[in-house]
């Protein structure tokens, strides 16, 4: 119940295409849904973050879409550049701790 | 404004041994939590000090222990090294807690051979 899964575990696009990774959980508590962005050798940036009484969020060409019914959420990019290429990690917390529950990650890699 | 920094950035240890990282968070931040990352098992959590206090633990045994100081700054320590506690260790500081952004450090990579 403590688990998000993640999919896909990796994805090829072509510049200016858009970029879908999608997100599942199980616990209904979860209130925090942040997205973080991690280049090799790198620490996991924070791109965007949502929670559930919102049903979407967008940032420039990064968007999370939220599907509260469902436990979905997934990260949308939108006009995807080959500086996009890294590893995506959807994530999960609830309450005031900052534990975040971590999806596998997804590997994009953009075509020029 | 600084980011978080953590050191040292690698670091070699002989199984047996132990090891102590450092953890600096952004300035005004009061949460320093701390995960594990390996190819095999992604991002573990391991554990969440705030205000010196631990407020959660993750699923690791007790050689993984951690304190946070007066000044925010925290350790991680692991004793009795094993093959398996190599890994990319990584530190993150968010201002109050859960909800709040969180900041990652660039990690220490930490092999035991």
């Known amino acids: ?112 | 404004k600084a980011g978080v920094t953590q050191t040292p950035r690698y670091l070699i240890k002989t199984r047996g041994q132990q090891v102590t990282l450092s953890c600096s968070p952004i300035s005004g931040h009061r949460s320093v939590s701390w995960y594990q990352q390996t190819p095999g098992q992604g991002l573990q959590f391991l554990f969440e000090y705030f205000s010196e206090t631990q407020r959660n633990k993750g699923n690791f045994p007790g050689r993984f222990s951690g304190r946070q100081f007066s000044n925010s700054r925290s350790e991680m320590n692991v004793s009795t090294l094993e093959l398996g506690d190599s890994a990319l260790y990584l530190c993150a500081s968010s201002f109050g807690g859960g909800g709040t952004e969180a900041f990652f450090g660039q990690g220490t990579r930490l092999t035991v051979v």
């Open chain 1, 1 to 112: 119940q403590q688990q998000v899964k993640q999919s896909p575990q990796s994805l090829i696009v072509q510049k200016g295409g858009i970029s879908i990774i999608n997100c599942a959980y199980e616990n209904t508590a979860f209130d925090y849904f942040p997205w973080y962005q991690q280049f090799p050798g790198k620490g996991p940036a924070l791109l965007i973050a949502i929670r559930p009484d919102v049903s979407e969020k967008k940032e420039g060409r990064f968007t999370i879409s939220f599907n509260k019914s469902a436990k979905q959420f997934s990260l949308h990019i939108m006009d995807s550049q080959p500086g996009d290429s890294a590893t995506y990690f959807c994530a999960a917390s609830k309450g005031s701790s900052y534990k975040l529950i971590f999806g596998s990650g997804t590997r994009l890699l953009v075509r020029p």
